[in-house]
């Protein structure tokens, strides 16, 4: 049972243009969803987030975006740069607090020079 | 901020043998996490603690897994008599519980590998 699903399990962009990345989730009771970025041999690192109250949250190069009705969020990174090539997960939990995340299989994004 | 902290980064085992992993959460954090990461996945959570209060385990969690959290400080977890399907990226997270949303701060794992 996968509440949480990443669709693309790659993408590749060029540097300079947009990255978006994509996921859907199952469970209506989810109300705080994020984005993790985790490099090789690391673990993964926060990088935003989305309370269900909001429909966008915005912090530099990057934006999510939640659609409630549609059940899916999307993270935007713009401009990318070589340094974001890394899997990026997505992540909801069901009460604000609780932190018991349940994630995506991820999405491998490559930023080409 | 020093970052959570796990050790050892490897371990290689054989089949049936013990192994207990260790985790140094950020010291003001009051929440403490352990998740599983196989190969192609996303993390699933395995149980946490908010202080020394183990307060949720999940069924991923099988009798052979047992953790603690002695003082509320650093947590271990051990797996007994190991089987080749615990082989996985073992990740420890804290975070600090506060009334609005705070992100899990992640260790970078211990690798287990069962021979």
């Known amino acids: 049972d996968q509440q949480v699903k990443q669709n693309s399990p790659s993408l590749s962009v060029q540097e300079g243009r947009i990255s978006i990345l994509n996921c859907d989730y199952t469970?209506?009771?989810?109300?705080?969803f994020l984005w993790y970025k985790k490099y090789p041999a690391e673990g993964p690192t926060f990088l935003i987030s989305i309370s269900s109250i909001k429909d966008k949250n915005e912090d530099g190069r990057f934006t999510v975006f939640l659609n409630k009705s549609a059940k899916h969020l999307s993270l935007h990174i713009v401009p990318s740069q070589p340094g974001d090539s890394a899997v990026y997960f997505c992540a909801a939990s069901k009460h604000q607090g609780a932190q018991k995340l349940v994630f995506g299989q991820g999405t491998r994004l490559t930023i080409n020079p | 901020d020093t970052g959570v902290s796990q050790d050892p980064r490897h371990k290689i085992t054989k089949r049936g043998q013990n192994v207990t992993f260790r985790c140094d959460p950020i010291?003001?954090?009051?929440?403490l996490y352990w998740y599983r990461q196989t190969l192609g996945q996303g993390p699933e959570f395995l149980t946490y603690f908010q202080n020394e209060a183990q307060l949720e385990k999940s069924r991923l969690l099988s009798d052979r897994f047992s953790a603690e959290r002695p003082k509320g400080s650093f947590s271990t977890l051990e797996i007994q008599r190991t089987e080749q399907g615990d082989s996985a990226m073992y990740l420890c997270?804290?975070?600090?519980?506060?009334?609005?949303?705070?992100?899990?701060?992640f260790g970078n794992g211990t690798r287990l590998t069962v021979t």
């Open positions: 469970n209506s009771m989810f109300d705080y």
């Open positions: 010291s003001e954090h009051n929440r």
């Open positions: 997270a804290s975070s600090f519980l506060t009334g609005v949303n705070s992100p899990l701060h």
